[in-house]
Nanobody
């Protein structure tokens, strides 16, 4: 089993920045595709960004391209999401997830991810 714990969320003004961290325990995540998802009230959980096991490939939702950066440090069993130029519409609970299938190709479908963190709230004020 893999336990994921997110941190770094909070309240920030529009235009500001935050860096989310997701630290895994219980098992190494070095061979897993990792993803960040977000869910706003009344909306579905959507992919924000994902990264392949070695960081060589990344995916970003159109809404965050050029503003968010996903990265990983396999030695620390940690994945990051750097969020710049934040907008009020980025307000949501952000979840870290691990695809435990050793998939080579990045998947953007929530049901393909086996392990989830508890989420961290990001609120962007206008």
């Amino acid at each position: 089993q893999v336990q994921l714990v997110e941190s770094g969320g909070g309240l920030v003004q529009a235009g500001g920045s935050l860096r989310l961290s997701c630290t895994a325990s219980g098992r190494t995540i070095s061979s897993y595709v990792m993803g960040w998802f977000r869910q706003a009230p009344g909306k579905e959980r959507d992919i924000v960004a994902a990264i392949s096991w070695n960081g060589g490939n990344t995916y970003y939702a159109d809404s965050v391209k050029g503003r968010f950066t996903i990265s990983r440090d396999n030695a620390k069993n940690t994945v990051y999401l750097r969020m710049n130029s934040l907008k009020p519409e980025d307000t949501a609970v952000y979840y870290c997830a691990a695809d435990g299938s050793h998939r080579v190709v990045i998947t953007t479908t929530p049901r393909d991810y086996h392990y989830w963190g508890q989420g961290t709230q990001v609120t962007v004020s206008s």
